[in-house]
């Protein structure tokens, strides 16, 4: 299946990577500049004489919302036809703050923000449609994997969901498998929401999650976030791979069903958009090389 546009976009989790220099980046930044002004490089990033990025995720709005002016310098260094997908803050998306640190007074207490539609249209959602406009991707709101009871939770989403104004795109991804089951599946499908595939250490494999999931899809789009390797947690991961200038472990299983989803997906006419994490294998722009070349057929010198 030829890699397009018009059923793929493929990306990385974030950019601001000081590893990928020589390969990604070839220009000098300034340290305190390299997030802000490598998006350029990224977006024109090529393999094979053909871009290899059409889209990237927003990770740090997930610790604080991002603002309108930093998005729209984002947007500036993309083509039209590129899109970022955007994570929602976890004032959202969090039933209550962890005990560390940089939750300060709040550590250990209940958010309630949780699930708060109005924070989300006012804090997320305006400053993304003014700074990103046409280059809006779906949001995507994470939910960790503890202090979510299944049928709780699943009254409250639904809710929330239904609070959402219609036009973007949304996504969801949840970390605890005791959530997959048919009653999420129809919820997401009653609200055109898509289910974010993530390979994250405590997740089912891909393709399990999709079995789970009825073998279908519940938006006219689709997420696919390769996070860790199953089974490896995140710390784990960053020690194993740092700096992320070269696959440490590839993950054959994890790359084969990313591409078997994504021809799924455009078989049922169904957009994808699929983030790689450098903690995936160990070099993030590697790893979608890989799987772009799966997709269309090509070989070339082990990665």
């Known amino acids: 299946m030829p890699v397009s546009p018009s059923t793929l976009r493929i990306g990385t989790s974030s950019w601001a990577y000081e590893g990928w220099q020589g390969r990604v980046y070839r220009r000098t930044y300034p340290k305190s500049r390299f997030s802000q002004d490598t998006l350029a490089e990224y977006a024109a990033y090529r393999v094979h004489d053909r871009p290899l990025f059409s889209t990237v995720g927003i990770d740090h709005s997930f610790y604080r919302p991002?603002?309108?002016?930093?998005?729209?310098?984002?947007?500036?260094?993309?083509?039209?036809?590129?899109?970022f997908c955007q994570k929602v803050w976890e004032e959202i998306t969090v039933p209550a703050y962890a005990n560390l640190p940089r939750y300060g007074a709040k550590a250990g207490k209940p958010n309630p923000r949780f699930l708060d539609a109005g924070v989300f249209r006012d804090l997320v959602l305006q400053p993304a449609l003014e700074g990103l406009?046409?280059?809006?991707?779906p949001f995507m709101f994470?939910?960790?994997?503890?202090?979510?009871?299944?049928?709780v939770f699943l009254t409250q989403l639904d809710r929330f969901?239904?609070?959402l104004p219609s036009g973007p795109a949304y996504a969801v991804e949840v970390r605890n498998p005791a959530i997959l089951n048919q009653r999420y599946r129809d919820i997401l499908q009653a609200h055109g929401v898509a289910h974010v595939y993530n390979h994250w250490t405590s997740m089912p494999p891909l393709s399990d999650q999709h079995q789970t999931l009825t073998g279908t899809f519940t938006a006219p789009f689709t997420v696919l976030r390769l996070l860790t390797p199953l089974g490896l947690a995140y710390e784990q991961a960053v020690e194993r791979y740092a700096p992320y200038d070269r696959i440490v472990q590839p993950q054959p299983r994890m790359r084969q069903e990313t591409v078997d989803?994504?021809?799924?997906?455009?078989?049922?006419?169904?957009?994808?958009?699929?983030?790689?994490?450098n903690r995936s294998e160990g070099c993030s722009p590697l790893t979608v090389q890989a799987i772009v070349e799966a997709l269309n057929g090509e070989?070339?010198?082990p990665l």
């Open 299 to 301: 070989t070339g010198p």
């Open 133 to 137: 406009g046409a280059k809006l991707g």
């Open 161 to 163: 969901l239904d609070q």
């Open 66 to 83: 991002a603002g309108t002016q930093q998005l729209a310098h984002y947007a500036s260094q993309v083509p039209d036809d590129f899109r």
């Open 142 to 151: 994470e939910f960790q994997r503890w202090g979510l009871e299944p049928s």
């Open 261 to 277: 989803l994504i021809r799924q997906a455009a078989a049922a006419n169904t957009s994808a958009f699929v983030l790689v994490n």
